[in-house]
């Protein structure tokens, strides 16, 4: 199974938005490319991101 690179965009407390490149396959769950963003945002320094999907920007890049 190919991985694809793609790029989430998480909306932060501070106003910023913090952007994750995650490799998933072509057929992953938005849900799943998400989560996998939130946690290594909620893993790091920087301040809170908001845990809703909705706000978040999630688009393949190759």
Not at 36 to 54: G, N, T, V
């Given at each position: 199974m190919e991985s694809w690179s793609w790029l989430v965009t998480l909306p932060a407390v501070d106003g910023k938005r913090y952007v994750y490149r995650v490799y998933a396959p072509e057929d992953?769950?938005?849900?799943?490319?998400?989560?996998?963003?939130?946690?290594?945002?909620?893993?790091?320094?920087?301040?809170?991101?908001?845990?809703?999907?909705?706000a978040a920007e999630i688009r393949r890049v190759g």
């Open positions: 992953a769950l938005l849900a799943d490319l998400f989560w996998e963003a939130w946690h290594c945002h909620d893993e790091s320094a920087f301040p809170r991101a908001w845990d809703l999907i909705d």
